[in-house]
């Protein structure tokens, strides 16, 4: 099938509805390796960053909670923009690739950061071009699927993401013992473009909207300017911003086992902080492991239980990581720690992605994307810098405490109102 671009050339599209013998359309594996790329990219320096800040620039913990924070919550406010370009201007799945090219150059600025003001800047500017190609990427990627094979196309689109993780963390983790901490991390941060860059070339080549999605808004009364969202998802979002400010980075957890794995030194000998560094990206690598062996799993479980106690039993399933970092475990509970957050983000991001596919009206669905983004993004920003606050000037057990309070909130509004409350007319509960 061909479109017309904007100066009358005949675009190729991808065939958006047919599909192959899983079920996934072409578009469905486009955004899929695209992930992968991506993934591989921002995952090769992510668990690098918050060890580069504290021991290379000296920056303090708090430090690395302000910028992850800060960027997850510019991820997230500037949805709801890019969710009125998605419902309002044609060819929009160009605001898509924008977004993937600026997160991959933002990122490779990073080896050329002296101090972490620089980085803090570089990273919430990767992170407001990962948000604003969110909305229009899910949207797509709901459009393209039925409902009854959603999970199973965002638990593709997952699996590949997390499989790209495995990928750029195995690739830092080459790096460092090679080359040390100090020696290593500018040159992960340069290298990281290049997956990125393929990102960015997949996408460009393989994804495109489908015909019968987004619809084009010509007036206020449109279709794509709809009413209010309906009162269930209104409560659910009560509920997903409770959860985000328990739901810290897991960046965080992966310092906090690095410095105890320097402090307990579990393997003997002399281990200094490049060693400690790769100690906790290996325990990284098996969370990004487990996280992509469970993402299909959990799509499969998402079409057929995709109800509001599937989401209560993901939030809940992150309060045994919370202990695991209140009891300070050491390696053996790291181990633990990380399989069970991997098992947790992947049944999390595939059951809330599907329940919100299902609980609006397609019309609503990138604004409801766009304000959960933001309100997620709202929570996790307050709740890490809480907890990053709390572990520098009180104590560990304390600050993981606080999000352990967070999350069981969260499963109390999901039980007590979001149950409770009917789904819209004509949608599944």
């Known amino acids: 099938m061909a479109v017309t671009g904007p100066v009358g050339r005949a675009e190729e599209r991808p065939e958006s509805n047919s599909r192959d013998r899983r079920g996934f359309s072409p578009l469905v594996w486009g955004i899929a390796w695209t992930s992968l790329f991506s993934d591989w990219s921002y995952e090769m320096l ?26 997850v919550f510019a991820q997230a406010i500037i949805q709801p923009v890019s969710s009125a370009i998605v419902r309002t201007v044609p060819g ?18 990073l080896a050329l950061a002296s101090s972490w003001p620089v980085v803090f800047a570089l990273r919430v500017g990767a992170w407001l071009g990962r948000g604003w190609r969110q909305p229009i990427k899910k949207t797509i990627l709901a459009r393209a699927s039925s409902k009854e094979a959603a999970g199973g196309s965002f638990g593709l689109e997952q699996a ?23 020696g290593s991390a500018r040159t992960i941060f340069a290298l990281s ?75 003997g000998g002399g281990l200094n902080e490049s060693d400690a560094v790769v100690v906790a990206l290996l325990v990284y690598l098996l969370y990004n492991l487990v996280y992509a062996g469970a993402s299909l799993p959990a799509g499969r479980l998402a079409d057929r239980r995709p109800g509001v106690r599937s989401i209560a039993v993901a939030y809940a399933l992150f309060l045994p990581v919370d202990a695991l970092l209140i009891a300070e475990t050491g390696l ?6 990380m399989v069970g957050a991997g098992l947790q983000i992947a049944l999390l991001d595939v059951i809330e992605s599907t329940w919100i596919s299902r609980a609006v009206p397609p ?62 007319p004509s949608l599944p509960a």
């Open 92 to 109: 929009r799945w160009r605001g898509g690739l924008a977004g993937y090219a600026s997160t991959t150059i933002a990122h490779g600025l």
């Open 332 to 337: 053996a509970g790291a181990v633990a720690l």
């Open 193 to 267: 473009v290049i997956p990125g860059a393929i990102a960015v070339a997949v996408f460009a080549r393989r994804v495109r909207e489908p015909p019968e999605a987004l619809p084009t808004v010509t007036t206020g009364s449109a279709p794509g300017s709809p009413g209010p969202l309906p009162p269930q998802f209104r409560w659910f979002l009560v509920a997903a911003t409770l959860f985000g400010l328990g739901f810290f980075n897991i960046l965080l957890a992966v310092l906090n086992i690095g410095e105890g794995v320097q402090v307990s030194n579990p393997l």
């Open 363 to 424: 019309e609503q669905a990138a604004r409801a994307f766009a304000w959960f983004g933001a309100l997620r993004g709202l929570g996790t920003l307050v709740g890490s810098v809480l907890v990053g606050v709390v572990w520098e000037w009180i104590s560990v057990p304390l600050a993981f405490g606080l999000s352990a309070t967070f999350v069981l909130a969260a499963v109390v509004v999901l039980f007590t109102r979001v149950a409770r409350t009917p789904a819209a």
């Open 160 to 182: 590949f993401d997390s499989i790209g993780a495995v990928l750029g963390t195995a690739v830092a983790v080459v790096l460092v013992l090679s080359e040390g901490l100090a």
């Open 46 to 71: 992510l668990p690098v960053l918050p060890f580069f800040l504290v021991y290379v620039l000296a920056a303090p913990i708090v430090v690395v909670a302000l910028v992850e924070g800060v960027a």
